[in-house]
């Protein structure tokens, strides 16, 4: 993870290009300020989003603690067996 002072931080568009490969730490008086995060596709969002997103991330943890306590499904039970091709 790079850092740069927040002053130094001119050139918005190299800065992104920049985060695309590393996630950029903005410093005010050297200390942490905020966090630049460049995305190459509509995927990287994506992502992004869901990592950070409360909601899904409650989710997530509820599902976790069921499967913890037994009341899981496994994928392989939820995804009906193949059947071929029909022609």
Request: charged share 40%.
């Amino acid at each position: 993870m790079k850092q740069i002072a927040l002053a130094d931080a001119k050139d918005l568009a190299k800065l992104l290009r920049q985060a695309e490969k590393e996630s950029i730490v903005l410093t005010r008086r050297g200390k942490p300020a905020g966090v630049l995060v460049g995305f190459t596709s509509e995927d990287d969002w994506f992502e992004y989003k869901l990592e950070h997103d409360e909601r899904f991330l409650k989710r997530v943890e509820q599902a976790r603690k069921s499967l913890r306590r037994g009341k899981g499904v496994k994928l392989e039970d939820a995804i009906p067996p193949h059947r071929g091709r029909s022609k």
